[in-house]
């Protein structure tokens, strides 16, 4: 039984969120490459593509913050060093895209999703500006109507404000929505919203395995999401606890758009 029978019997979901680093392109060795360059300029050694692996996934402000703690825990870096790096680090990963791969199976599962009329957006916590960019020249920017970098609204996951946003603007409940992710940050913006939440074990979750964070489904492949689309006796790992698109241009939602929806979203808004 592929995912979508076992989330959404019957049907599928109206609406497709996902992730992007982790989820659908591997940009570690980029995000390294930048570590590494901007680590260097401090006069600092590298960090390596092992230890960034483990410090992505919450937005380059904490990104860069690991870099100069030099692990998980960051609470003792001083706040203009850190502003200071973050400026570094930017200036290089506007250079390092080269390395960014899409993982398998994601351009089948999103054309399929396009082919079904199934709407889809983007929420990713990586900075906007690099955003679009980037799924441009991965060749997958024209399946998302929606898509929001991390510095686009005021919170990030695992807020789910950026969920509630797209739903919002989507007009598509809750229950006829999907996220798919890779991190705690996905699984837990996801559960914050009422939204079920797929999650693939070959992404960065700090480390650890993701079924921990008890998502509704863990796989290793999109295209299991798809009933035929891989070796049927393909293993599906359930966690223990638990319209057709009008076009394809892509919307990216500004912090200005951000004003203007800002009561839409107050009264959904949450806090950890």
Not at 223 to 241: S, V, W
Request: proline fraction near 6%; glycine fraction near 8%.
């Amino acid at each position: 039984m592929s995912g979508f029978e076992q989330l959404f019997p019957g049907t599928l979901p109206r609406l497709v969120m996902f992730d992007l680093d982790g989820t659908l392109v591997d940009s570690v060795p980029d995000l390294a490459v930048a570590v590494d360059k901007m680590l260097l300029k401090l006069g600092r050694a590298p960090a390596g593509i092992e230890a960034v692996r483990e410090w992505v996934g919450n937005g380059a402000p904490v990104l860069v913050r690991r870099a100069l703690a030099g692990g998980i825990d960051h609470s003792k870096v001083d706040d203009a060093e850190a502003d200071s790096a973050l400026e570094i680090f930017m200036q290089a990963y506007a250079d390092s895209h080269g390395l960014t791969v899409v993982y398998p199976g994601v351009r089948d599962t999103l054309k399929w999703l396009q082919k079904q009329g199934v709407e889809m957006a983007l929420i990713t916590n990586k900075p906007e500006r690099f955003v679009a960019p980037l799924l441009d020249q991965m060749k997958i920017g024209r399946y998302f109507k929606w898509i929001i970098g991390g510095d686009t609204l005021p919170q990030k996951k695992p807020d789910p404000a950026a969920l509630f946003f797209v739903m919002k603007m989507a007009n598509i409940p809750a229950s006829q929505s999907l996220f798919v992710g890779d991190s705690r940050s996905d699984v837990q913006a996801a559960k914050a919203a009422g939204v079920k939440c797929v999650a693939l074990s070959y992404g960065y979750n700090h480390g650890r395995p993701i079924a921990e964070e008890s998502p509704a489904l863990v796989i290793d492949d999109l295209r299991k999401l798809i009933r035929g689309c891989l070796d049927p006796a393909a293993e599906i790992t359930l966690a223990d606890a638990v319209q057709p698109p009008s076009g394809n241009a892509i919307v990216v939602v500004t912090r200005k758009l951000w004003m203007k929806v800002i009561k839409a979203l107050a009264r959904w808004r949450w806090r950890a």
